[in-house]
Each structure stands twice: as structure tokens, then as C-alpha cells.
């Protein structure tokens, strides 16, 4: 059923032609249709149902007749089950009735159905998806607004819509996501991650700590990621001395700060002894002869930059202070702490 | 005798693990008896006594981390020292030692070895003595060392290195090769001049202490030094100072006579 409007003239030699619906000659002058390579009179090229001419020379065959627009349409045309008119060209046969393409819609959604398949759903034609969400409310369940399957297990809310989870990974570690993964900032995380939001970030890398959290300098840090500020080696649970909001090693806070005491070569913690180039601990702050502590009040000589109390100094050998005293004039006087 | 037992007792009772015992007129180990069986003990100071010796069993004092034995009359050590395994401090300044047994440097923690006023040269030292890679600070002044073997460079934790007032004739280069030497003590020697490689410590730093008086430089050290450490070290890096050194390698300074009068030295009465 394909009509092909086909309008006439003519001009071949008359005493040959006969009307292909009568078979009657043509006069001189007569004005001949021609049509799809056969030859009319004016009066017999008409519509087999309304015997009128066909406006415009446009008419239907079928079965061999032609007919006009109308009454073709009539006689052999189906109708759009949605807008009533004539359906010309393709046609949808679906649900006992026929479309056109453009009017077999969903009855929920109003998408064309045409090429993508429909789902009969209690004598409504509905998309997949709306067939879907149909049934899935009928079950009490989601449809995912990626793959629009039904979701049977817990589905993942994000930004309104419902999904399998299995369609997102954790904005953090990467991790296929489950019901459990949470939204935050319009990104979705997995629990383990989003529990540790917020609370530890490492200090160095700024992602999520998911094992053991270092807690020092006010931050948190990866235990890998805790480390000498100078040398960049991690701690791993290693004595680490902190000094403006940075850490370090032993071996570098030393280097850098020189704040070791002498005799435990521990970092002072407390107060601190300065002197003859070198750092005490309250508690080790003493005479390097005899051992006994001293204070801040108490008056010391100094032996190649070491504190020797007074009594010590003076059971020293005469000769021996006699050279000390020699050398403290030689060098530059300096050490205001040193009593001569 | 009686004063230092009471003290022993006492401590005893307190369980001090501090044990102090200076200026007791002890002249001899024997003197304090259990104090070998006081392993407890952390710290023992036995400064301005009159010991001559050391006896081995002090190596069972096994949880010692200071030993004091300052101003005594010790001629000689025991070996078992050196496998003290926490002993940190050993202070033997002002005695009589000639020599350390062979094997002395086995010490497994051993930071601060100080042998000030003693009569140590250079063949005093035994074979694995630079072997001490704990040591922060080695006091050796006052002693009769005329040279260092190169092996010095394997302390590499060394951050002072006193040679006051020995009988040094030279430096060796691998003193330049101590990472973290901040003081250096060299005053009254017999030094004229200095390996270049001493320039590659940090001498200049407000950390640091470099101590030279009382050497015959070489006037273009004695110059540097006028100027200050800083200056010195430059020059000491620089290439002028290079070829001066090969020049005097070949063609050395006269060597200075001894600076100081060691006949004095109490600890040369024998
Ligand atoms: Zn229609
Ligand atoms: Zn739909
Ligand atoms: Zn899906
Ligand atoms: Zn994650
Ligand atoms: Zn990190
Ligand atoms: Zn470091
Ligand atoms: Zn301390
Ligand atoms: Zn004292």
C-alpha cells in the first residue's frame, strides 16, 4: 500500500492512443492524461469511488482503482488510534489499533515508543522504564534512574535519583559503592570514608585515614605519611621532637636545633640550662667532675666547654689550673657564666 | 673506710640508683664491699678518691650508665668496661692511664669518653678504638698524642673532639669527613698547618666552637684566623689554600717543640 500521486500530459501521436479505461480514441485538441505511463481521458481518469477528478491529479491505487485522497483514506486507511486522522506512511500497529509513529507514546512518560519497544502493563503501553517503576512500586522497590532495571537489593539515593549502587565508586578510595555510601558535597563516598570525613584527614596527603591515625602537630597523619620534615622519613612510631608545627628525627632536630641534652641526649622538655655551647635538662645540669647537679645560681668553671663546680675545680692539680687560667686569658673573654 | 660504707648502706636502704661517692679517700674497690652486687645502680661517682685500679666484676654493674672515676690514680683499666651494656658516660679525667687495653673500643653505647690529663700517645689507643660509632664526645686533652690515625672518620656521630694541649704535630684530613663535629679543640699544639678537607665542617656556625690558640700557623692560617673562623674555613676551601698545601706537603713547616711543660703533670708521678 504505497499510493504514488502521479500527474498527466501528454503528447504522443493520437491515432494510436486509446483510454486505458474505456478504450475509446481521443479527439483532436482533447486534453489526454497521462498517468504512470498509461493515457486517460480527462473524464475516465476519476476516483473509482467518487467518479470526481482528483485535485490537484493526485491519486491512491489499490487493488488496481484509483481513488481520491479521501475516499481512499476511507475505503482502505487505517486511523491513528490517538489523533483520529488517516495514518500515510508508517504505519504502528500496536495494541489492537493503529499509530502513527509519532502519537504510540508512553502513557505515563509521553516518550515515543516507536523504535524503542514498549511494555503492555495492565492495557496501558508503557517505556521500560515506566514499566519498571510501575511494577517496582507494585513491589515495593526502586527503579535505577541509570540502568532502569529494577533494584533489588537497597538502592543509592544521589541527588534526588535512585540507583544500583553498583554504578558509583567512592570519590575517595575508589571502592564499588554500596546502599551504605554516603553523599557529601554532591560527591558520594563510602562509609568507611565518609566516617573518617571531617575527622581524620592526613595532614600530608589530605585523603581520608583509613588504619591507624598518627595524631601530632594538632593533625591527623598516615602512619607512611608522619615524617621528618628535613629528611622525609616517616616515624613509624619512632621518638619524633616537634619544633614550630613541623617534626623531625632525632638525629635532625638535633642537627637543626641543638637542643639535646648533654648528658641523657634526650630533648628537654622542661626548662632548659644553656651553656659553654651546649643544652641541659634541669635534672643533669651538674658538675662534669663530681656529678653533683647545679642551678642557675650556682658558679662554675669552665674545662674544654664542660661545667666543673667550684670545690672540683679547686682539687684540680695547681699546674692544670695554672694552664686553664693561662688559656680563659688567651681567648677572648666571653663566657660571662665563668667566674676566674 | 667507714665514711664510704655508711654511705653504701644508705643507699642501700634507699635503693638510690645514683650512687655517690666522691672525695671518700677510697683507695681501693675492696673498700666497698657489695657495692658490686648493687646492679641496680645507673650512675656511680667515685671522683677524688685515691683508686689504682678498676676490678673487672665493675662490669656487673650491668644497668651503669655513668661511671665517674675523675681524679683518681688509675693506672690501668679493665677490658670488661667495654661490655658494659649501658654504659654511656665514662669519666676518667685526671689519672694515670698510659694505656687502654687492647680491645677497649667494644663499647656497645658508649656516647661521652672523656680522657682528659692522662698520659695517652699515640700507640696507647687500641686497634678498634675509632670503632666507637656511638660516641658523641671524645675528650682526650691533656694527653701526649702526636698524631690521629685517619681511622678517626668512623665516628661518625662525633659532634666534639677535644686535642687540647697535646703534642699534635699534624691533623688528619679525615677529621673533615665528621658529619656533625661542632666543637673542635686544638689549642696548644704543635700544629702549622691544617688539612683542607677541615673546611667541609661547619666551624662557622654560631653552633659551632673552634678552638686553635697556641699553634705555630703558618702566617697564612695565623691571617685567616686574625679575621675569625668564618675566614679561615673559606680559605681552607679555597683553591689558593689547595696549592699552598701541596707545597707545604712536600716541603713541611719545621715542626715547633713541645708547647707545654708536661713534667709537671701529676699524672706522670709514678
Ligand atoms: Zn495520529
Ligand atoms: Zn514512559
Ligand atoms: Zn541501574
Ligand atoms: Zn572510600
Ligand atoms: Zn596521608
Ligand atoms: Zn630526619
Ligand atoms: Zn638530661
Ligand atoms: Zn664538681
Request: glycine share 6%.
Amino acid at each position: 500500500m504505497s499510493p504514488t500521486p502521479m500527474p498527466g500530459l501528454t503528447n504522443m501521436s493520437r491515432e494510436h492512443m486509446i483510454c486505458s479505461k474505456c478504450g475509446e480514441g481521443f479527439e483532436p485538441q482533447e486534453k489526454i492524461v497521462n498517468s504512470t505511463g498509461q493515457l486517460w481521458h480527462q473524464q475516465c481518469f476519476v476516483c473509482a469511488q467518487c467518479f470526481r477528478e482528483f485535485r490537484d491529479g493526485v491519486f491512491y491505487e489499490f487493488d488496481g482503482r484509483k481513488y481520491c485522497e479521501h475516499d481512499f483514506h476511507v475505503l482502505f486507511a487505517p486511523c491513528c488510534n490517538r489523533c483520529g486522522e488517516f495514518i500515510i506512511g508508517r504505519v504502528i500497529k500496536a495494541m489492537n489499533a493503529s499509530w502513527h509513529p509519532s502519537c504510540f507514546r508512553c502513557e505515563m512518560c509521553s516518550i515515543e515508543l516507536a523504535d524503542t519497544g514498549f511494555i503492555k502493563n495492565g492495557g496501558r503501553a508503557l517505556c521500560h522504564e515506566c514499566n519498571a517503576k510501575v511494577k517496582a512500586r507494585g513491589l515495593g522497590k526502586y527503579v535505577c534512574h541509570k540502568c532502569h532495571s529494577i533494584i533489588d537489593d537497597q538502592p543509592l539515593k544521589f541527588r534526588g535519583e535512585v540507583y544500583h549502587p553498583y554504578h558509583f565508586t567512592c570519590t575517595a578510595c575508589g571502592v564499588e559503592l554500596d546502599a551504605n555510601a554516603r553523599e557529601d558535597m554532591n560527591e558520594l563516598y563510602c562509609l568507611r570514608c565518609h566516617d573518617k570525613m571531617g575527622i581524620p584527614i592526613c595532614g600530608a596527603c589530605r585523603r581520608p585515614i583509613e588504619e591507624r591515625v598518627v595524631t601530632a602537630l594538632g593533625k591527623h597523619w598516615h602512619v607512611e605519611h608522619f615524617a621528618c620534615a628535613k629528611c622525609e622519613k616517616p616515624f613509624f612510631g619512632h621518638r619524633h621532637y616537634e619544633k614550630k608545627g613541623l617534626a623531625y628525627c632525632e638525629t635532625h632536630y638535633h642537627q637543626l636545633f641543638g637542643n639535646l641534652c648533654f648528658v641523657c641526649n634526650q630533648v628537654i622538655a622542661g626548662d632548659v640550662f644553656t651553656a659553654l655551647n651546649k643544652a641541659w635538662c634541669v635534672n643533669h645540669f651538674a658538675c662534669s667532675v663530681c656529678d653533683q647537679k647545679m642551678n642557675q645560681k650556682t658558679k662554675f668553671y669552665e674545662c674544654d666547654l664542660k661545667p666543673v663546680c667550684k670545690k672540683c675545680y679547686e682539687k684540680f692539680p695547681a699546674e692544670f689550673r695554672r694552664r686553664l687560667r693561662r688559656q680563659h686569658e688567651a681567648a677572648t673573654p666571653k663566657k660571662a657564666s665563668t667566674p676566674t | 673506710m667507714s665514711k664510704a660504707k655508711k654511705v653504701l648502706e644508705e643507699a642501700r636502704e634507699l635503693q638510690n640508683p645514683e650512687m655517690d661517692l666522691c672525695d671518700r679517700g677510697i683507695g681501693t674497690f675492696e673498700e666497698l664491699s657489695g657495692l658490686l652486687n648493687m646492679t641496680y645502680i645507673t650512675r656511680l661517682t667515685l671522683s677524688h678518691n685515691k683508686l689504682k685500679s678498676v676490678p673487672p666484676g665493675l662490669a656487673n654493674l650491668t644497668n651503669l650508665e655513668i661511671l665517674n672515676l675523675s681524679n683518681n690514680l688509675i693506672e690501668e683499666l679493665p677490658l670488661s668496661l667495654s661490655s658494659m651494656p649501658k654504659l654511656r658516660i665514662l669519666t676518667l679525667t685526671i689519672n694515670r692511664l698510659y694505656n687502654l687495653p687492647r680491645g677497649f673500643g667494644a663499647f656497645p653505647v658508649l656516647e661521652v669518653l672523656d680522657l682528659t690529663y692522662n698520659n695517652l700517645k699515640d700507640s696507647s689507643l687500641p686497634g678498634n678504638f675509632f670503632m666507637m660509632e656511638t660516641l658523641r664526645a671524645l675528650y682526650l686533652g691533656d694527653n701526649d698524642f702526636e698524631r690521629l690515625p685517619p681511622d678517626i672518620k668512623n665516628l661518625k656521630n662525633l659532634q666534639i673532639l677535644v686535642l687540647r694541649e697535646n703534642d699534635l704535630i699534624e691533623l688528619p684530613g679525615e677529621i673533615g669527613d665528621l658529619p656533625r663535629l661542632r666543637e673542635l679543640h686544638v689549642q696548644g699544639n704543635r700544629l702549622t698547618i691544617l688539612p683542607p678537607e677541615i673546611g667541609n665542617l661547619d666551624m662557622a656556625s654560631n653552633k659551632s666552637v673552634f678552638k686553635f690558640e697556641g699553634n705555630e700557623w703558618v702566617p697564612p692560617i695565623a691571617d685567616q684566623l686574625q679575621l675569625g673562623v668564618s675566614h679561615l674555613m673559606d680559605y681552607l676551601r679555597s683553591e689558593t689554600y689547595r696549592v699552598l698545601y701541596s707545597r707545604y706537603q712536600t716541603n713541611k713547616p719545621p715542626v715547633p717543640p713541645p708547647c707545654v711543660d708536661k713534667a709537671k703533670k701529676v699524672s706522670r708521678i709514678r
